[in-house]
């Protein structure tokens, strides 16, 4: 698991509007450093996002 976790270069989060279904979503998104991405879920709900940026010293 801990591997995985350094291989993420990006996390992303896509506003969905289907227009022809009529759904509204957001669609989360793991982006790793070989070029996958995979596709963590789905949530009617807006998420709340927060960045936080750590420092070792």
Do not use: T, W
């Not at 291989?7 to 896509?14: A, D, L, Q, T």
């Not at 982006?31 to 940026?53: D, F, Q, T």
């Amino acid at each position: 698991m801990k591997k995985n976790q350094q291989n993420i270069s990006e996390i992303r989060v896509e506003e969905v509007h289907d227009h022809e279904d009529g759904k509204h979503f957001y669609r989360i998104y793991f982006y790793y450093k070989s070029g996958k991405i995979k596709i963590m879920g789905e949530s009617k709900i807006k998420p709340i996002l927060a960045r936080y940026v750590s420092n070792i010293y």
